[in-house]
């Protein structure tokens, strides 16, 4: 009956045509579109500047760039990725989905929602603006350190208001989604039925709401010692740069969480559809989150273990940082579990999972060693740091996001992608993130320093795997695009809900493609306790 | 305006507010580091900018070895650094030490020396008498003096400490010092 009825709407959704749809857009899908091509392109501008990295590396000694150069590649690649790929992403993905699997229409608040995408551009290209300024792009790293970061020339202001604009952005984009899950859910869809998806989302929301301002706190504070003359971070004045490396970091752990949670409810989604069984644990998986999110918020020190902090302090922020380990346990065995004995097949989204699953988990073991004190002494600001947060943001975050793409992809464009070159584009990304990024772990341990052009000949070998593992993985990535392309144009259609047999969830009893409005008419209680693993 | 529409704005404003909370939070932190660092004794810079009356008491028995270091914020414009890099102490004895500074930024200028005290447990046992921390220097053009820091050693002191380093970073404080 709710079939029937969400078809008939299809047939007269007004779409307004032309550059309107897309400049003044408040259709979520629309909305979510926008964020992820924009996202997309930001993935590959960050991704060249992480080519012009690896280049350089390939050898020792200088060859392609100065060592200014050099620094401003390393953190515009950081901050466009953090905040122009994965975060947009993230909300792409928030705003197709989350109406879709709540059984709401559309999202709480689509006005702010369209403010808040048309942010981005401008930011981004500020901050790519500080290219072509007079002493080159932010080179003091994406932590934007006093008293380096204002050291920069032109640049500096320009980073700070871009910032500024980035974090207004995804403080908005958090509050649609949390008042979209709040208020917004069909009835019969209660908290516990929540696909978890929806649920890693609305908990990220509350911590964007809770750390994006503090940063624009912290790199406004900057802006006043630069130009108004406090002395916040300036030790002349009885200030101290390490007091912004606290402020710095109380934003910045929480963020590292910001960017996998969303990574985990979509595995949780796929694992089980694949699988062809229900998801094990659901609501540990929620309590998880939860524990997750709140232990994030008293472990930011174990970044800044070698500025010096009282022992008690040192001890503190050591274990607790591996107390999280514990609720993240719970989720990998909850996954492995979901698969045990369930009739696995093998297509995209599940490839992807899968990777995520091995990868992050060895990224997960790589950030213990880091929480040991002592260790850390060793491995600060080498590769090892390089390699272990590569590896739960590339295959973590990255191969989670591609997973969610790949799951839902038919369901938006109503057309199967190719099977082939997707899993061309799983294997080429699969062997070539190991490639790249494995060998930092060796580099790091032998001592290799970050963020410098040049290095000494013993860490030739590595280097050179590295960057070649980097430009497979870079060329491999091209992939997606067309595959997608493809699909848009010549996709064979899917004509059934159900683009995966094993699907749970509302979004797969809406027709394909998904309808532009998606439940007009709420859906019945029972479609809902189908789709619900609770 | 729907109670749907009612419920939104309301929640939305209720967020809004959480997120201009965490902005207040964000300045907040600033003197919630002052006072933890204060209680934890970390880079305990009041201890080191506290001018403090000498009670003399020598302990005869006890040697320590003060280094001196001086340092530059940036780089140039400055010949700054002890007269004497090391001495060999009593706790509870008043001993003075100089540092050298020249200025040749070509302006006139005032800097700010920051003293910073390793290891950092001994900030509370360090008393200056007199420093030329205390204040901002003035410098002419070409002018270069010494300058003087007074310092006792409390007798307290844990036993294990036989060496303490007394470094100071000369900063360029013009700016600071037309505001204020
Ligand atoms: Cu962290």
Known sequence: MAEHSVAAAHDHDHKPHGWRRWVYATNHKDIGTMYLVFACLMFFIGGAMAMVIRAELFKPGMQLVDPQLFNSMTTMHALIMIFGAVMPAWTGLANWMIPMQVGAPEMALPRLINFSFWILPFAFTLLLATLFVPGGAPAGGWTMYPPLVLQNGASFPMLIFAVHMMGASSILGAINVVVTILNMRAPGMTLLRMPLFVWTWLITAYLLIAVMPVLAGAVTMLLTDHFFGTTFFTAAGGGDPVMFQHIFWFFGHPEVYILILPAFGIVSEIIPTFSRKPLFGYEAMVYATASIAFLSFIVWAHHMFVVGMPLAAQLFFMLSTMLIAIPTGVKVFNWTATMWKGSLSFEPPMLFALAFLFLFTIGGFSGLMLAIVPADYQYQDTYFVVAHFHYVLVPGAIFGIMAGVYYWLPKWVGNMYHMGLAKWHFWLSAIFVNVLFFPQHFLGLAGMPRRIPDYAVQFTDWNMVSSIGGFGFGLSQLLFPILIYMCVKSGKPVKVNKAWEGAHGLEWELPSPAPYHSWQTPPSDAIIAKGAFH | ?180
């Open chain 2, 1 to 180: 305006m729907t109670v749907l529409d009612r419920a939104n704005r309301n929640l939305t404003l209720k967020l809004l507010g959480i997120a201009l909370g965490s902005f207040g939070f964000g300045f907040a932190l600033v003197p919630l580091y002052n006072v933890i660092c204060g209680v934890t004794g970390v880079g305990d810079q009041s201890a080191l900018l506290r001018r403090v009356k000498a009670i003399e008491n020598p302990d005869p028995n006890r040697t320590i070895t003060i280094e001196f270091l001086g340092n530059v914020a940036s780089a140039g414009g400055w010949e700054f650094g002890p007269v004497a890099r090391t001495v060999e102490i009593h706790p509870g004895k008043l001993y003075s030490a100089e540092f050298f500074a020249h200025n040749l930024t070509g302006r006139d200028m005032t800097a700010q020396a920051v003293p910073n005290i390793a290891p950092s447990k001994v900030a509370a046992y360090f008393h200056k008498t007199e420093c030329f921390c205390f204040s901002p220097q003035h410098f002419k053009v070409n002018e270069q003096r010494n300058m003087p820091v007074r310092f006792i050693v409390d007798p307290a002191i844990p036993k294990y400490i036989d060496r303490i380093t007394l470094a100071y970073t000369f900063y360029d404080a013009s700016s600071q010092v037309s505001k204020r």
